[in-house]
Antibody, heavy 122, light 107 residues
Framework: EVQLVESGGGLVKPGGSLRLSCAAS????????MSWVRQAPGKGLEWVGR??????????EYAAPVKGRFTISRDDSKNTLYLQMNSLKTEDTAVYYC?????????????WGQGTLVTVSS | SYELTHPLSVSVALGQTAKITCGGN??????VHWYQQKPGQAPVLVIF???HRPSGIPERFSGSKSGNTATLTISRAQAGDEADYYC??????????FGGGTKLTVL
């Protein structure tokens, strides 16, 4: 059974930093392309970024609102995905979900974790 | 940037058929995926690539597309189907895009 468990959320001041983790199990993590998707309180879903598997070059892509501030990385030895968030803004307040995929533009976000809440406030 | 449009809400009587639409420019040429999100829970994929159901999703859920509109159809609606439903596509201008979501109410 695929399991994704996010952690690391919390309250942070504007301009601060936070690192989220996503522990994966139930599938071969090293082969997986992984993403982060967020949801502001009472709002819809917004893609944040994606990382390919290292065997597929391990490159990352980011949505415009977070590019240059957020960094996705992975530790395949720990089956863990990370989201390093710097220069946080109040509009980054959201539940952050870790997902498997998409493996290309034709594929969906297959499995989702339960999410971790990040609140950016002074 | 690319946008997907949903009705804010859809209501359906218990046991009847609900249709949730998703509109977007040239959506006919894109792969559309649908997610169900119940209150306080993470989204769940219910339809991928327009018409395909992941394992474990009831046959009551189906997807279709016509012109610039994709549709999620839920047959024999149950109280447990009450949720927000989101469509999603990929577009070269915006990468992965979600619609704003439709709240389904089962009466």
């Amino acid at each position: 059974e695929v399991q994704l468990v996010e952690s690391g959320g919390g309250l942070v001041k504007p301009g601060g930093s936070l690192r989220l983790s996503c522990a994966a199990s139930g599938f071969t993590f090293s082969n997986a392309w992984m993403s982060w998707v967020r949801q502001a309180p009472g709002k819809g879903l917004e893609w944040v970024g994606r990382i390919k598997s290292k065997t597929d070059d391990g490159t990352t892509e980011y949505a415009a609102p977070v590019k240059g501030r957020f960094t996705i990385s992975r530790d395949d030895s720990k089956n863990t995905l990370y989201l390093q968030m710097n220069s946080l803004k109040t509009e980054d307040t959201a539940v952050y979900y870790c997902t498997t995929g998409p493996y290309s533009e034709n594929y969906p976000f297959d499995y989702w974790g339960q999410g971790t809440l990040v609140t950016v406030s002074s | 940037s690319y946008e997907l449009t949903h009705p804010l809400s859809v209501s359906v009587a218990l046991g009847q058929t609900a249709k949730i639409t998703c509109g977007g420019n040239n959506i006919g040429s894109k792969n559309v995926h649908w997610y169900q999100q119940k209150p306080g829970q993470a989204p769940v994929l219910v339809i991928f690539r327009d018409t395909h159901r992941p394992s474990g999703i009831p046959e009551r859920f189906s997807g279709s597309k016509s012109g610039n509109t994709a549709t999620l159809t839920i047959s024999r609606a149950q109280a447990g189907d009450e949720a927000d439903y989101y469509c999603q596509v990929w577009d070269s201008s915006t990468a992965w895009v979600f619609g704003g979501g439709t709240k389904l109410t089962v009466l």
